[in-house]
C-alpha cells in the first residue's frame, strides 16, 4: 500500500470562480448554493460564493485576486494498492497442469482520498491548477486485474 498526503498547502481556486466563464457553462452546486443574493444577504444566510454574473471580465470585483479563493489542500489519499497471491508450485492442480508457476494480482491506483479539504468543490488534491480548466475533471481511478501462469 502507498499511502500519500500533504500538510498546510494550499490551493488557489480564482480560475474556478467564473462558472460562466465567456458568457457559457455551468456552476458547481457549492458555487450556486453558496451565491450572494439581496435576499440571503437580507436574511442574514451564510453566504459562500459572490453574487452570481455572466460577466467574464476577471477584473470586476467578484474575481479580484485575494486570499478568498485560497483553500487548504490537506489530504491522506491511499494512491496505490495490491493485492496477490501466488499458488505453491506443490499444489496438485500446479502438477497436473505442468504449471511452474502462478499469480493471481489486483492492482488499485488513486483509491480514496481518507481526508481532502477540497472534496466539497470536487476538486482532487492532487490536482494542478492549470490555466486551461483541466483541473475541473477528476484524477481516474485505475484497477488492473492480472494472472501470471509460468510453465
Known amino acids: 500500500?502507498?499511502?500519500?498526503?500533504?500538510?498546510?498547502?494550499?490551493?488557489?481556486?480564482?480560475?474556478?470562480?467564473?462558472?460562466?466563464?465567456?458568457?457559457?457553462?455551468?456552476?458547481?452546486?457549492?458555487?450556486?448554493?453558496?451565491r450572494w443574493t439581496p435576499e440571503k444577504y437580507a436574511a442574514g444566510e451564510k453566504i459562500t460564493y459572490p453574487r452570481a454574473t455572466f460577466n467574464s471580465d476577471i477584473t470586476s470585483h467578484n474575481f479580484l485576486d485575494s486570499d478568498y479563493w485560497m483553500m487548504p489542500n490537506d489530504f491522506l489519499?491511499?494512491?496505490?494498492?495490491?493485492l496477490?497471491?501466488?499458488?505453491?508450485?506443490?499444489?496438485?492442480?500446479?502438477k497436473a497442469t505442468k504449471m511452474s508457476s502462478l499469480r493471481l494480482y489486483a492492482n488499485a491506483n488513486n483509491v480514496y482520498a481518507f481526508i481532502?479539504?477540497?472534496r466539497h468543490i470536487g476538486i482532487d488534491p492532487e490536482t494542478k491548477e492549470t490555466s486551461d480548466?483541466?483541473?475541473?475533471?477528476?484524477?481516474?481511478?485505475?484497477?488492473?486485474?492480472?494472472?501470471?501462469?509460468?510453465?
Open 1 to 34: 500500500m502507498l499511502f500519500n498526503g500533504t500538510a498546510k498547502g494550499s490551493f488557489y481556486v480564482r480560475r474556478i470562480s467564473i462558472p460562466f466563464y465567456k458568457n457559457a457553462g455551468n456552476a458547481f452546486k457549492w458555487q450556486y448554493n453558496g
Open 77 to 82: 489519499k491511499l494512491k496505490n494498492i495490491e
Open 84 to 94: 496477490g497471491y501466488t499458488f505453491p508450485a506443490s499444489m496438485r492442480f500446479m
Open 116 to 118: 481532502n479539504k477540497m
Open 133 to 151: 480548466y483541466s483541473y475541473v475533471y477528476p484524477i481516474t481511478t485505475t484497477l488492473i486485474f492480472g494472472l501470471n501462469i509460468q510453465f
